[in-house]
């Protein structure tokens, strides 16, 4: 890890590019990404950004054959080139190698530039030879190094052959590589899909209804204008994948029950919750329904209480949002909830499409460091949940010991011994009940109560969910 670099204030996507993946990748690997872009865009015109945000996704999501391509063309071992040298030459082979429509003299020149500001000649004068020996003659990626060719270390691209078999895997990789749309929920206790619609098409957004889930839409990647929209700003819409839309909306609940959302920020799912229960309330009933939002640290319920507040939420009578660690049973009250929303942290797979810095320190060791912390959420979550009450666990992952193992240990066990799994077909949607019926895979699984969404197949990030009940 190299120091922190006192870093200019960005004047074009180039440079924003530059200041987000070297303090990502050089200096602060753990760091968010989202704020970091939030931090390096300020000022900038959405056209810049937008070129910045390429760069900077698409960098991160072939980093591995682009800094395999460098150690081919460079004299001295890559890891030995200065940090900042490192990030330049990063950022400009994914310019020259995946995005044609940018000139090669430009990204030649924008590159002397960067490190001209920031470094010293030599720099500049290395970069420029390796970047034009490129040019004079490409380096080819291997056809058999599968790893390179979706971006992935060795181990995890066998990982995932190892879990799906070839052919799968090799769809699911290949959707992993692309962006995924924007997706976003409309907010059914304020307003109504065809309100939203004639919303965003109005500012020049167009939504297009999602494959499955009625009430949401994808947007164009990098849509800036929607938060300049009514919608937005009045709480008519959210942010959030197809497939944990799903998983929200299987929570259920009747009036007078209790839900726990555990592992809660940044908020979705329990938007959903209090959606359904107050267009349930509105039929007209004395009966008052509680929902009680967690999460580890007060940092993450700020963002839980900030897409609640926004979404015009937070005022609901029944809701409590505290601090609460879900792995824990010490001093909680058993047989409390009617349902248990148990979103765990997990190894995020499913999502590296979207969060491609996922794709920095992921390795086949690393995979399986969760698994205690998620058994003790399911013994914990059982611990509370009241007889023929429910339990949602999902994930974001598709490693399967995070998933159908994790969820076949807690069911052989003692914490689980009282717990059946609940048929999925009456709670996912009609339309992905006919795609499932149609071939898609999934089909012989709901039945026993799991749903696993597999990018390149569902059109969705990947995502786990096993609903069980408390016999």
Same mark, same amino acid.
């Given at each position: 890890m190299s120091r922190r670099f006192r870093f200019e204030v960005p004047t074009d996507g180039r440079s924003m590019a530059a200041q987000v993946l070297h303090n990502l990748i050089e200096t602060a690997p753990n760091s968010d990404l989202s704020e970091l872009i939030r931090q #390096?865009?300020? /000022?900038?015109?959405?056209? @810049?950004? =937008?070129?910045?945000? #390429?760069?900077? +996704? /698409?960098?991160l999501t072939y980093i591995y054959p682009i800094e395999y391509v460098i150690a081919q063309l460079s004299s001295r071992p890559f890891e030995e080139l200065t940090p900042f040298l490192r990030t330049v030459l990063r950022l400009s082979f994914w310019q020259l190698i995946y995005a044609d429509r940018l000139p090669a003299s430009a990204v030649v020149n924008e590159a002397g530039? $960067? $490190?001209h500001r920031y470094t010293h000649r030599g720099n500049v004068n290395y970069a420029n030879a390796i970047l034009r020996a490129y040019l004079r003659q490409?380096? @080819?990626? %291997? #056809?058999?190094?599968? *790893?390179?060719?979706? /971006?992935?270390s060795p *181990?995890?691209?066998d990982a995932f052959i190892e879990w799906y078999g070839s052919e799968a895997a090799d769809t699911i990789l290949t959707a992993l590589l692309e962006r995924p749309p924007l997706t976003v929920r409309v907010n059914r206790s304020r307003a109504e899909p065809e309100q939203v619609k004639a919303d965003l098409i109005a500012r020049g957004i167009e939504p297009h209804p999602a494959r499955f889930m009625s009430g949401a839409y994808h947007l164009a990647l990098n849509e800036s204008r929607l938060t300049e929209s009514d919608s937005?700003?009045? /709480?008519?819409? !959210?942010?959030?994948g197809e497939a944990a839309q799903c998983a929200g909306s299987i929570c259920r609940p009747q009036l007078g029950q209790t839900v726990l959302d555990a592992c809660a920020a940044p908020g979705g799912k329990t938007a959903q919750i209090i959606e359904s229960l107050i267009l349930l309330e509105k039929l007209g009933t004395s009966k008052r329904s509680r929902v009680i939002a967690t999460d580890l640290s007060e940092q993450r319920l700020v963002k839980l209480n900030e897409t609640l507040s926004r979404l015009r939420l937070s005022d609901y009578p029944g809701l409590t949002v505290r601090v609460e660690n879900a792995a824990d049973k010490t001093g909680k009250q058993p047989e409390a909830y009617d349902w248990i929303l148990l979103d765990v942290p997990c190894s995020a797979l499913g999502i590296i499409a979207g969060s491609p810095d996922i794709r920095l320190n992921k390795s086949r060791e690393s995979l399986n460091e969760l698994l205690p912390l998620q058994a003790d959420m399911l013994e914990a979550a059982a611990y509370q949940l009241r007889r023929q009450g429910y339990i949602i666990y999902c994930t974001c992952t598709l490693n399967p010991a995070e998933n159908q193992e994790q969820i076949a240990r807690f069911l052989s066990g003692a914490a689980g011994s009282d717990f059946s799994p609940v048929?999925? !077909? @009456? +709670? $996912? %949607?009609?339309? $992905?009940l006919a795609l499932l019926d149609d071939g898609l895979p999934g089909k012989e !699984?709901?039945?026993?109560?799991?749903? !696993?969404?597999? %990018? =390149? +197949?569902? =059109?969705? @990030? =990947?995502?786990?969910?096993?609903l069980m009940k408390r016999n």
């Open positions: #390096a865009s300020g /000022g900038l015109d959405r056209r @810049e950004i =937008g070129l910045g945000l #390429a760069i900077i +996704y /698409g960098t530039k $960067l $490190l490409p380096i @080819e990626i %291997p #056809a058999d190094r599968s *790893d390179l060719r979706f /971006g992935l *181990d995890m691209t937005w700003r009045r /709480g008519w819409i !959210t942010v959030q048929d999925l !077909t @009456e +709670y $996912l %949607p009609t339309k $992905l !699984t709901i039945r026993q109560g799991q749903m !696993t969404f597999l %990018p =390149g +197949y569902h =059109g969705t @990030e =990947g995502f786990f969910i096993s």
